[in-house]
């Protein structure tokens, strides 16, 4: 898929996970995402610091837990390409092992900052568009 026509298919829903990034209060970077089921089921989630476990929840990571199991097949838009380990302020597993294993086809991202991200969701069978 072109980039323009990744922008005309996906712009609206980058521009809500925008929107959404901006709840992100006091967990930098801000990051928006929404996950768009099989049967058309949107599902939010923005990054946020839990102070109560001192854990960060990511923004995908909670777009993914709300679809209750619903994402095989979806597709998944984020403001910026999802954690492949995991740091000491997270929990059980990192955003991409999540996607694989719920069957996420697709990942749409807002930006880029490290390649081997988008490099592992694609080794994993995971198709990788930007929308610029």
């Not at 089921?41 to 837990?65: C, F, M, P, Q, S």
């Amino acid at each position: 898929m072109k980039s323009k026509e990744v922008f005309e298919r996906y712009g609206p829903y980058m521009q809500r996970c925008i929107e959404l990034a901006r709840k992100s209060e006091g967990a930098r970077p801000f990051i928006g995402s929404l996950v768009i089921s099989e049967s058309g089921k949107i599902t939010e989630g923005y990054r946020k610091h839990d102070v109560g476990i001192n854990y960060l929840i990511h923004a995908e990571r909670e777009a993914l837990d709300k679809t209750n199991g619903d994402a095989r097949n979806g597709t998944l838009v984020t403001t910026l390409e999802p954690c492949v380990q995991l740091s000491g302020n997270q929990l059980f597993r990192s955003c991409s092992d999540i996607i694989i294993k719920l069957g996420i086809k697709r990942v749409v991202l807002g930006f880029v900052k490290e390649q081997y991200r988008v490099r592992f969701l694609q080794k994993n069978g995971v198709e990788v568009l930007v929308c610029e």
